[in-house]
Protein backbone atom coordinates (compact mmCIF):
# COMPACT_ATOMS: atom_id res chain seq x y z
CA UNK A 1 0.00 0.00 0.00
CA UNK A 2 1.11 3.29 -0.42
CA UNK A 3 2.03 5.96 2.13
CA UNK A 4 0.38 8.88 0.33
CA UNK A 5 -1.58 12.44 1.64
CA UNK A 6 -3.28 14.47 -1.02
CA UNK A 7 -3.28 17.05 1.03
CA UNK A 8 -1.96 20.04 -1.71
CA UNK A 9 0.35 22.89 -1.01
CA UNK A 10 -0.01 25.97 -3.37
CA UNK A 11 3.31 27.31 -2.69
CA UNK A 12 4.67 26.68 -6.33
CA UNK A 13 1.52 26.94 -7.98
CA UNK A 14 1.20 30.67 -6.24
CA UNK A 15 4.11 31.42 -7.23
CA UNK A 16 4.04 30.99 -11.04
CA UNK A 17 0.39 32.32 -11.19
CA UNK A 18 2.02 35.49 -9.61
CA UNK A 19 4.76 35.01 -12.41
CA UNK A 20 2.10 34.87 -15.33
CA UNK A 21 0.10 37.82 -13.93
CA UNK A 22 3.25 40.24 -13.75
CA UNK A 23 4.04 39.47 -17.36
CA UNK A 24 0.29 40.47 -18.20
CA UNK A 25 0.11 43.26 -16.18
CA UNK A 26 3.21 44.65 -17.98
CA UNK A 27 2.15 44.03 -21.38
CA UNK A 28 -0.94 45.82 -20.49
CA UNK A 29 1.07 48.96 -18.99
CA UNK A 30 3.15 48.79 -21.72
CA UNK A 31 0.46 48.74 -24.22
CA UNK A 32 -1.50 52.41 -23.05
CA UNK A 33 -0.45 55.20 -21.35
CA UNK A 34 -2.26 55.24 -17.81
CA UNK A 35 -2.83 59.10 -16.79
CA UNK A 36 -0.07 60.46 -14.44
CA UNK A 37 2.57 57.49 -15.58
CA UNK A 38 4.98 56.86 -17.66
CA UNK A 39 4.89 54.55 -20.62
CA UNK A 40 7.27 51.49 -20.44
CA UNK A 41 10.46 52.45 -22.04
CA UNK A 42 11.15 51.82 -25.13
CA UNK A 43 14.12 49.50 -24.51
CA UNK A 44 11.58 47.15 -22.53
CA UNK A 45 12.01 43.14 -23.66
CA UNK A 46 8.88 41.35 -22.16
CA UNK A 47 10.21 38.01 -21.09
CA UNK A 48 10.69 34.78 -23.63
CA UNK A 49 7.59 32.94 -22.90
CA UNK A 50 8.00 30.61 -25.98
CA UNK A 51 8.42 27.90 -22.98
CA UNK A 52 6.01 28.13 -20.13
CA UNK A 53 7.48 27.27 -16.78
CA UNK A 54 8.06 23.43 -15.73
CA UNK A 55 4.73 21.56 -14.87
CA UNK A 56 4.36 21.34 -11.03
CA UNK A 57 5.21 17.33 -10.09
CA UNK A 58 2.80 14.87 -9.68
CA UNK A 59 1.82 14.21 -6.37
CA UNK A 60 3.44 17.59 -4.91
CA UNK A 61 2.66 19.14 -2.11
CA UNK A 62 1.55 15.30 -0.47
CA UNK A 63 3.45 13.22 2.09
CA UNK A 64 5.04 11.69 -1.10
CA UNK A 65 6.60 14.80 -2.15
CA UNK A 66 6.25 17.59 0.31
CA UNK A 67 6.37 21.10 -1.31
CA UNK A 68 10.47 22.17 -1.94
CA UNK A 69 12.29 24.95 -0.30
CA UNK A 70 12.49 27.41 -3.12
CA UNK A 71 12.85 30.80 -2.60
CA UNK A 72 10.47 32.93 -4.67
CA UNK A 73 12.45 35.70 -5.36
CA UNK A 74 15.55 33.79 -7.32
CA UNK A 75 13.88 32.02 -10.08
CA UNK A 76 11.89 29.03 -8.75
CA UNK A 77 11.81 27.44 -11.93
CA UNK A 78 15.32 27.18 -12.39
CA UNK A 79 15.75 26.05 -8.80
CA UNK A 80 13.27 23.42 -9.93
CA UNK A 81 15.64 23.05 -12.99
CA UNK A 82 18.42 21.96 -10.89
CA UNK A 83 16.26 19.67 -8.35
CA UNK A 84 15.49 17.38 -11.53
CA UNK A 85 19.37 17.17 -12.48
CA UNK A 86 19.79 16.26 -9.14
CA UNK A 87 17.80 13.67 -8.67
CA UNK A 88 18.60 12.15 -12.47
CA UNK A 89 22.66 12.29 -11.63
CA UNK A 90 21.55 10.77 -8.16
CA UNK A 91 19.82 7.69 -9.55
CA UNK A 92 22.59 6.77 -12.01
CA UNK A 93 24.89 7.00 -9.22
CA UNK A 94 23.41 4.11 -7.00
CA UNK A 95 23.15 1.46 -9.45
CA UNK A 96 25.60 -1.48 -8.56
CA UNK A 97 27.27 -3.85 -11.53
CA UNK A 98 28.92 -6.88 -11.73
CA UNK A 99 33.06 -6.09 -12.42
CA UNK A 100 32.91 -7.81 -16.11
CA UNK A 101 29.72 -6.12 -16.99
CA UNK A 102 30.75 -4.30 -20.42
CA UNK A 103 32.45 -8.06 -21.29
CA UNK A 104 28.72 -9.54 -20.87
CA UNK A 105 27.29 -6.82 -22.29
CA UNK A 106 29.46 -6.95 -25.51
CA UNK A 107 28.88 -10.88 -25.28
CA UNK A 108 25.03 -10.91 -25.66
CA UNK A 109 24.83 -7.54 -28.15
CA UNK A 110 22.72 -9.38 -30.55
CA UNK A 111 20.30 -11.18 -27.93
CA UNK A 112 17.49 -9.19 -28.02
CA UNK A 113 16.06 -11.01 -24.70
CA UNK A 114 19.40 -10.30 -22.59
CA UNK A 115 18.55 -8.26 -20.03
CA UNK A 116 21.17 -6.14 -18.50
CA UNK A 117 19.72 -5.24 -15.85
CA UNK A 118 19.53 -8.50 -13.97
CA UNK A 119 22.41 -10.23 -15.86
CA UNK A 120 24.78 -7.81 -14.85
CA UNK A 121 24.00 -7.24 -11.09
CA UNK A 122 25.07 -10.26 -8.96
CA UNK A 123 22.54 -11.53 -5.92
CA UNK A 124 21.97 -14.73 -4.00
CA UNK A 125 18.73 -15.25 -5.97
CA UNK A 126 20.72 -16.07 -9.00
CA UNK A 127 23.47 -18.11 -9.94
CA UNK A 128 26.78 -15.73 -10.30
CA UNK A 129 27.19 -15.39 -14.28
CA UNK A 130 23.81 -16.74 -15.18
CA UNK A 131 22.78 -14.85 -18.13
CA UNK A 132 19.12 -13.63 -17.53
CA UNK A 133 17.00 -13.63 -20.76
CA UNK A 134 13.32 -11.66 -20.93
CA UNK A 135 11.85 -8.40 -21.59
CA UNK A 136 12.15 -6.37 -18.44
CA UNK A 137 9.60 -3.07 -18.16
CA UNK A 138 11.40 -0.51 -15.69
CA UNK A 139 9.77 3.23 -16.07
CA UNK A 140 12.46 4.06 -13.40
CA UNK A 141 15.91 2.59 -16.37
CA UNK A 142 13.26 4.39 -18.92
CA UNK A 143 13.73 7.99 -16.86
CA UNK A 144 17.47 8.04 -16.46
CA UNK A 145 18.05 7.47 -20.33
CA UNK A 146 15.27 9.84 -21.39
CA UNK A 147 16.36 12.60 -23.27
CA UNK A 148 15.95 15.80 -21.06
CA UNK A 149 14.10 18.66 -22.09
CA UNK A 150 13.01 22.18 -21.51
CA UNK A 151 13.80 22.48 -17.60
CA UNK A 152 15.36 19.12 -17.06
CA UNK A 153 11.82 17.44 -17.13
CA UNK A 154 11.25 14.31 -19.12
CA UNK A 155 8.50 13.02 -21.14
CA UNK A 156 6.65 10.24 -18.59
CA UNK A 157 4.42 7.42 -20.28
CA UNK A 158 2.19 6.96 -16.77
CA UNK A 159 1.58 10.48 -15.30
CA UNK A 160 -1.49 12.74 -16.01
CA UNK A 161 1.16 15.56 -15.72
CA UNK A 162 3.93 15.08 -18.60
CA UNK A 163 6.37 16.16 -18.90
CA UNK A 164 7.81 16.67 -15.21
CA UNK A 165 10.96 16.39 -13.41
CA UNK A 166 13.06 13.60 -12.86
CA UNK A 167 12.17 14.41 -8.94
CA UNK A 168 9.40 12.17 -8.51
CA UNK A 169 9.29 12.47 -4.34
CA UNK A 170 10.99 11.27 -1.60
CA UNK A 171 9.57 8.01 -1.30
CA UNK A 172 9.65 5.59 -4.35
CA UNK A 173 6.32 4.23 -4.77
CA UNK A 174 6.68 0.92 -6.89
CA UNK A 175 4.73 -1.98 -8.45
CA UNK A 176 6.91 -5.06 -8.88
CA UNK A 177 5.02 -7.43 -11.34
CA UNK A 178 4.70 -10.11 -14.28
CA UNK A 179 2.52 -10.34 -16.53
CA UNK A 180 -0.13 -9.54 -14.27
CA UNK A 181 -0.03 -5.95 -14.04
CA UNK A 182 3.06 -5.26 -16.94
CA UNK A 183 1.90 -2.75 -19.05
CA UNK A 184 -1.51 -1.61 -17.21
CA UNK A 185 -1.97 1.37 -18.61
CA UNK A 186 -2.09 0.16 -22.25
CA UNK A 187 -2.83 2.75 -24.49
CA UNK A 188 -4.75 4.72 -21.87
CA UNK A 189 -7.91 5.37 -24.05
CA UNK A 190 -10.10 6.91 -21.45
CA UNK A 191 -7.45 7.46 -19.15
CA UNK A 192 -5.68 10.49 -18.57
CA UNK A 193 -3.06 9.17 -16.39
CA UNK A 194 -1.56 8.66 -12.56
CA UNK A 195 -1.89 11.32 -10.15
CA UNK A 196 1.10 10.47 -8.65
CA UNK A 197 4.33 9.03 -10.06
CA UNK A 198 4.46 5.57 -9.46
CA UNK A 199 7.62 3.96 -10.75
CA UNK A 200 7.21 -0.34 -11.82
CA UNK A 201 9.18 -3.58 -12.75
CA UNK A 202 6.87 -5.73 -15.24
CA UNK A 203 8.61 -8.62 -16.17
CA UNK A 204 6.41 -11.20 -17.95
CA UNK A 205 6.95 -15.18 -17.10
CA UNK A 206 8.91 -14.32 -13.80
CA UNK A 207 8.74 -15.89 -10.48
CA UNK A 208 8.82 -14.27 -7.20
CA UNK A 209 12.38 -14.78 -7.09
CA UNK A 210 13.26 -13.19 -9.85
CA UNK A 211 11.30 -10.36 -9.01
CA UNK A 212 13.24 -9.91 -5.98
CA UNK A 213 15.89 -10.20 -8.18
CA UNK A 214 14.77 -7.68 -10.29
CA UNK A 215 13.98 -4.88 -7.68
CA UNK A 216 17.33 -5.28 -6.29
CA UNK A 217 18.91 -4.86 -9.20
CA UNK A 218 17.38 -1.47 -9.36
CA UNK A 219 16.85 -0.29 -6.18
CA UNK A 220 19.37 -2.28 -3.40
CA UNK A 221 21.12 1.25 -2.59
CA UNK A 222 18.35 3.39 -3.20
CA UNK A 223 19.19 6.50 -1.02
CA UNK A 224 14.95 6.79 -1.16
CA UNK A 225 12.89 4.46 0.94
CA UNK A 226 11.16 2.31 -1.27
CA UNK A 227 7.10 1.24 -1.25
CA UNK A 228 6.74 -2.07 -2.55
CA UNK A 229 3.16 -3.46 -4.03
CA UNK A 230 4.23 -7.25 -5.06
CA UNK A 231 1.92 -9.12 -7.74
CA UNK A 232 3.51 -11.94 -9.04
CA UNK A 233 3.24 -15.66 -7.94
CA UNK A 234 1.61 -17.13 -10.87
CA UNK A 235 4.77 -18.18 -12.42
CA UNK A 236 5.60 -20.04 -9.11
CA UNK A 237 2.45 -21.93 -9.28
CA UNK A 238 2.21 -22.62 -12.85
CA UNK A 239 5.78 -24.37 -12.45
CA UNK A 240 4.56 -26.17 -9.43
CA UNK A 241 6.58 -24.67 -6.75
CA UNK A 242 5.19 -25.71 -3.55
CA UNK A 243 3.63 -23.61 -1.35
CA UNK A 244 5.63 -23.01 1.70
CA UNK A 245 8.68 -22.20 -0.66
CA UNK A 246 6.49 -19.71 -2.40
CA UNK A 247 6.20 -18.32 0.99
CA UNK A 248 9.82 -18.43 1.92
CA UNK A 249 10.47 -16.29 -1.43
CA UNK A 250 7.91 -13.60 -0.84
CA UNK A 251 8.95 -13.53 3.13
CA UNK A 252 12.71 -12.92 1.98
CA UNK A 253 11.59 -10.28 -0.89
CA UNK A 254 9.56 -8.49 2.24
CA UNK A 255 12.46 -8.63 4.33
CA UNK A 256 14.75 -7.02 1.73
CA UNK A 257 12.27 -4.67 1.17
CA UNK A 258 12.23 -3.40 4.99
CA UNK A 259 15.88 -3.50 5.10
CA UNK A 260 15.74 -0.51 2.29
CA UNK A 261 14.20 1.63 5.32
CA UNK A 262 15.99 4.79 5.53
CA UNK A 263 15.13 7.92 5.76
CA UNK A 264 13.61 10.53 3.25
CA UNK A 265 14.66 13.20 1.32
CA UNK A 266 18.34 13.54 3.03
CA UNK A 267 19.70 13.45 -0.26
CA UNK A 268 19.36 17.46 -0.90
CA UNK A 269 17.45 16.89 -4.14
ZN1 LIG B 1 15.66 -8.17 -16.04
ZN1 LIG C 1 5.45 10.20 -13.96
Known sequence: MFNCNFKRSNTLNATFSCFVINIIMLQMYRS?????????????????????????????????????????????????????RNSKSNEFSYITKVPNYRNLRIKNRDDKYYCNICSEYP???????????????????????????????????????????????????????????????????????????????????????????????EFENSYRPVDVLLVGGLNDVMKGRPLHKIMTDLNNFKRDVIALKRPSGTNGD
Open 32 to 84: STIPGHSPVPPTFKPPNTAHPPPNIPPGYGTDLYPAENLDPLNHPALQMEEIS
Open 123 to 217: SPMVPRGKIIRHRHNSSKIKRMYSTTLKWAEYNCTSCKTTPHSHKTGVRYPVIVTSSILNNWQGKKSGYPGDEIHVDIIGIPGATIKMLHHAFLA
